[in-house]
């Protein structure tokens, strides 16, 4: 009797919410990390991918420990199998060929991740170095506000996996350890946001670094982001008021043009030489007594003379006059 009721009760289906579940389409091939297969370089990263993928397909008890293997007469120890198949499948899936054969004959998924940890996942004194190093000489230049610092994130991201900020382990701690380390790890993160910056920023800088306290690195992204946004709608206005002018001045109308050149004419009318008996200049400034400038054209003398053989008669009138009175 009963062992027919254990049969039926180990064919039992397996809760969705099970670590034991296994869906339809999964399979032991899969791939969750695309192009970026673990190789010695980018162990952080493939890490974290991998993490989130067994986190969503809840088989991260399979790699941290907490789901170890059941004892030879479990009902679990099958299932137990299956999923510590799946997962080593999945991981091996998602390596370059040289580390997976370093793997393959590791016997539990927890095994081949141990082993990759204790391999890439120590402090690197010479990596730590040279990120550190990329932080320093990462500048904005032609990048955008939003390239520039999504470029630093990615970078501290690596520092901190590799480097974790340091924590207190200590009950019921009084001086809040953690939280002063990860404000000074923040502070150290604006610096390195504003150092890169370009120059044309200088003013907004100043101004972040003069405020009591600090703002926070999101903060002072959002300063210089607004600061670059105001400067192109001056600059938009600046150009748009000079072109308004310039189309202004341009569109001088025709009887403005008119009146323009009648008054300049009339003054020049106004003007009357007693000596040459012409408009247009008087006797100071008249060729025939101070000498024709090297530019004279003579046949300019003469077509002014003719058209100007018959005197105003203002001009006649005070001639007259002039030479009455002497």
């Not at 293997?69 to 080593?88: G, Y």
């Not at 793997?103 to 927890?110: G, I, L, M």
């Not at 003398?301 to 009175?325: C, E, G, N, R, W």
Request: aromatic share 10%; charged share 25%; hydrophobic share 30%.
């Amino acid at each position: 009797m009963t062992g027919p009721a254990d049969a039926s009760s180990s064919k039992m289906p397996i809760d969705i919410t099970s670590p034991f579940f296994l869906n339809l389409a999964d399979h032991p091939g899969q791939n969750f990390v695309g192009e970026n297969l673990l190789h010695d370089g980018n162990y952080s990263d493939w890490q974290n991918e991998m993490t989130n993928a067994l986190f969503a397909k809840n088989k991260m008890g399979f790699v941290d420990g907490t789901m170890p293997m059941p004892k030879e007469d479990s009902d679990e120890l099958m299932n137990w199998r299956r999923c510590n198949a799946m997962v080593r499948g999945w991981l091996v899936s998602s390596m370059e060929k040289e580390i997976k054969r370093s793997v393959k004959y590791a016997a539990t998924a927890r095994d081949i991740w141990v082993d990759l940890e204790e391999r890439f996942g120590k402090e690197n004194a010479s990596k730590a170095y040279e990120l550190r190093r990329t932080i320093t000489t990462t500048h904005q230049g032609n990048m955008s506000i939003s390239a520039y610092y999504t470029k630093l994130r990615s970078v501290w991201d690596e520092i901190q996996y590799i480097s974790p900020t340091p924590s207190c382990v200590c009950k019921g701690c009084k001086y809040d350890v953690n939280k002063e380390f990860m404000k000074l790890r923040e502070k150290e993160r604006l610096y390195d946001f504003l150092m890169g910056l370009n120059d044309e920023y200088n003013v907004v800088n100043t101004q972040i670094l003069s405020s009591t306290p600090l703002p926070a690195l999101s903060i002072a992204y959002h300063l210089v982001s607004q600061d670059k946004q105001q400067r192109i709608v001056g600059m938009n206005r600046h150009v748009g008021g000079d072109s308004a002018a310039f189309q202004t001045y341009g569109k001088i109308s025709p009887k403005r043009k008119e009146i323009s050149q009648n008054s300049t004419k009339k003054r020049n009318e106004d003007r009357w030489c007693m000596n040459c008996q012409k408009s247009g200049h008087t006797m100071d400034g008249c060729f025939e007594i101070i000498g024709y400038p090297e530019w004279w054209n003579p046949k300019q003398t003469k077509s002014q003379d003719s058209k100007q053989k018959t005197p105003s008669k203002a001009a006649t009138t005070i001639s007259l006059t002039v030479l009455y009175q002497g």
